[in-house]
């Protein structure tokens, strides 16, 4: 059928682990919340960049407790053989984490942490059947405590 067409593209997108880092590649409208003390709504790119990499930028409207503002972030994104790698979009580029990916339950799932300071950022993405995907930062340490709770949808 016809209508089944574009779903069965969408779900086979994260068929394995190595299918997930050509299916990034696009425009993504993203939804973060922060703990219940505020939101962003905008739209997340991931294009070609160098050495075959993902440039990611996110931009989009930030509510943080009584404030409202424009915000963007930069990232660039590197597959491996299992997942991927994403780095700060500095030059040189310098390494924010690893993740490796395995399916479970028709989801692919992986974990990283990053150590800034004294500050832990634990890290899971999760990319759903349904073309989906989230991340989730669980930052602690003496200077934060929050988790950012990020939703990807075409």
Known sequence: MIADGPRAAVVSAWRSPGDVFAGLK??????RRL???????????????ADGNLAYHERGRVRLDAQEFEAERKYVF???P???????????????HEVELTLANGTLSGQASHL?????????YAFVPDGRFTIDHE???????????????R
């Open 139 to 153: 930052v602690t340490g003496p200077k934060k405590s929050y988790l950012l709770s990020t939703m990807f949808a």
């Open 26 to 31: 696009g425009d993504w409208k993203l939804l």
């Open 35 to 49: 703990d219940g003390r505020g939101w962003m709504q905008g739209t997340a790119t991931f294009s070609d960049g």
């Open 78 to 80: 590197a597959a491996r």
């Open 82 to 96: 299992a997942g991927f790698a994403v780095y700060f979009a500095e030059t040189p580029l310098r390494l924010f």
């Open 116 to 124: 800034c300071a004294a500050d832990l950022y634990r890290s899971r």
